[in-house]
């Protein structure tokens, strides 16, 4: 970057060009939204057939291509900003110095040299000649040193102005020279693939170019003021709010996993940050999968002898090394099936009633999802589920169906009010029954999260929304711990199914009024044999073994499907005899089912069951 060059540019022409850019983002946005929202749900909602199937395959097609276009358009806009914004820093020292040096008299000449005139120091009889400088940029301490006593020596006093002056020329073209280095390879390595296909190498390379605008953009990104540290969903919002639409797409484009985890904001704003963070995630899974696949090894080796140390002709035996590629490949593809689930609700949806909402994700470990059907910022009703024990990313199909029949059977129980149903998988659930289960530490680290996410919800909702916490298993103690340490919070109805205890021993200790606590528990759920903290094994017959607990404690707390609770017990199916069918705990399982689903959404609808 030179003297004329510096000179010439024009950050606000960057600028520009970055409006362009979030404007183009902007309108790939509301393109893909109108072929999932209107045209694809549309179709699915009234067409069946195989062209109708072939046609919404090509439209999930179009819809990535414009996701990915979204995408990218951001996060270029948000680059050429930063770009222009450090252009901006280095022009307005360039300007600032050639006013001052020709306030002075000096002159600055076209290769940023700078003359100055005739001059004579006080005292002197002599005037000394004028003379031309060029500027040192960021020089070292022993060279500043010597310009100094250059300075003080020359018998010219406009000497030293001009060499404050070529020097200030001098480090604001070294801070363009250095700009200029560092955006380049950013810039230039923001280009798509020729082709009208998105890759998971596509998707991966959004992580890619994301991951280096942000670095980059560090200076552009401290002028805007970041999100509250407390994390509190009132906060948050306020902070939203009062940003400007170019802040917020710079934030959406280069943090969508912090944006898409701040609770009060707008479903739809956290909704496409965390498509955004799936998209990536599933993007870089699958990218680790393809290249897993290439490392197959042998699947058979020949078979040892282990008393004589010979290989047995034509006996062979699976090896070792494939033993090992095929665990780590079923690892890989179960890490696929939640992200996938997931997806496939975003494909299925018929209309605005059960549009899925991803308020929540992170692929990491066992897995994080929030997932809401139905939108919760204009629902007059909504539920928001808690699974249990083993409830990780990888099975969240599941919860999600359950969430999507608890949604459809409350606005056909209710048409007149419409519905959200939430699954709220906010936390790293126990995965296992008798130990990890029987602790208080995963429902302790839950019950802040979840706390925020449930009073997000009011503060992102426009009207008088009436709230339900609904706990299943270990989940219900996830919701009564967060009831319970929240003497504010805005839940209007909780309900726990097979609970075994809600960390407290009466309803009106969750902090709102004892008859809008409901609990069921299925006579066959195995949930009943769960014994006291220091309660003996329990025997196979529940009944029998309640009756050894006067005080109907269980692992929990007091059993809230007890008289001593307090709360309001509703009936449910007796539920399968375990081992019905090979599972387990079938009954466990069942509170969903068309009976007891009925109970469920009267109550989420401020009825009763």
Not at 210 to 226: C, E, H, M, N, Q
Not at 480 to 497: K, Y
Not at 536 to 562: E, Q
Request: with cysteine; net charge negative; proline share 6%.
């Amino acid at each position: 970057m030179d003297f004329s060059a510096l000179k010439a540019l024009k950050p606000s022409e960057f600028e520009e060009a970055a409006d362009g850019y979030h404007a183009m983002s902007q309108m790939a946005q509301a393109a893909k939204d109108h072929i999932e929202i209107t045209v694809a749900a549309g179709m699915r909602k009234s067409l069946r057939g195989e062209a109708a199937q072939a046609s919404q395959t090509q439209l999930q097609a179009l819809a990535e291509n414009l996701h990915y276009v979204q995408t990218e358009c951001g996060v270029v806009g948000t680059a050429l900003n930063g770009f222009a914004f450090d252009m901006t820093a280095a022009k307005r020292k360039l300007g600032a110095a050639l006013a001052d040096a020709v306030a002075d008299g000096c002159k600055v000449n076209a290769d940023g040299s700078v003359t100055y005139p005739a001059g004579r120091k006080p005292g002197e009889e002599k005037t000394a000649e004028g003379g031309t400088v060029t500027g040192q940029g960021g020089g070292t301490s022993t060279s500043d040193a010597m310009e100094r006593q250059a300075v003080d020596i020359h018998p010219n006093p406009n000497y030293g102005k001009a060499v404050e002056y070529a020097n200030r020329i001098a480090d604001a073209l070294k801070e363009a020279t250095e700009a200029d280095a560092k955006w380049a390879p950013k810039l230039r390595a923001l280009k798509a693939d020729d082709d009208l296909t998105v890759s998971a190498r596509d998707w991966a390379d959004v992580t890619s170019d994301t991951s280096g605008v942000r670095t980059a953009a560090d200076a552009y990104l401290d002028t805007i003021k970041p999100p509250p540290k407390n994390d509190w969903p009132q906060d948050n919002a306020n902070w939203w709010k009062g940003l400007s639409e170019e802040q917020r797409a710079a934030y959406v484009s280069l943090h969508p996993a912090s944006i898409g985890a701040l609770d009060g904001l707008p479903s739809d704003v956290r909704d496409d940050a965390n498509r955004l963070v799936l998209a990536e995630q599933r993007a870089a899974k699958q990218v680790e999968y393809d290249s897993w696949l290439k490392r197959e090894p042998e699947h058979y080796r020949p078979f040892v002898d282990p008393e004589t140390g010979l290989e047995v002709p034509g006996a062979r035996v699976p090896s070792e090394e494939w033993k090992e590629w095929s665990e780590k490949k079923q690892q890989l593809e179960n890490g696929f099936k939640g992200m996938d689930a997931i997806q496939r609700r975003f494909d299925s949806y018929t209309s605005e009633s059960n549009r899925p909402y991803l308020l929540g994700f992170d692929g990491n470990d066992m897995g994080r999802a929030i997932v809401s059907i139905g939108n919760p910022d204009t629902a007059d009703n909504v539920v928001t589920y808690v699974p249990g024990t083993f409830a990780k990313l990888e099975s969240i199909d599941g919860d999600i169906s359950r969430a999507a029949a608890l949604q459809l059977k409350a606005e056909r129980i209710d048409p007149t009010r419409s519905t959200a149903s939430v699954v709220w998988l906010g936390y790293d659930a126990p995965q296992g029954i008798t130990t990890e289960a029987t602790e208080t530490k995963w429902a302790d680290k839950a019950q802040v999260p979840l706390g925020h996410f449930v009073q997000g919800i009011e503060e992102a909702n426009h009207h008088d929304v009436n709230q339900t916490l609904l706990g299943h298993s270990y989940g219900s103690l996830v919701a009564g711990q967060t009831m319970s340490t929240h003497l504010d919070l805005p839940v209007d109805n909780a309900i726990m199914v097979g609970s075994p205890g809600v960390g407290v021993d009466h309803a009106k200790d969750l902090n709102i009024p004892p008859d809008r606590v409901f609990a069921a528990t299925a006579k066959n759920d195995l949930i009943n044999l769960a014994p006291p903290p220091a309660g003996p094994l329990a025997p196979l017959n529940p009944k029998a073994y309640m009756r050894l607990f006067d005080d109907h404690s269980i692992v929990h707390g007091t059993d809230p499907v007890s008289d001593d609770f307090g709360g309001t017990v509703f009936d449910v199916p007796d539920g399968k005899f375990p081992g019905s069918g090979g599972e387990m705990m079938p009954a466990h399982s069942q509170y969903w089912d068309a009976k007891p689903l009925i109970s469920l959404a009267r109550i989420v609808t401020g009825g009763q069951p």
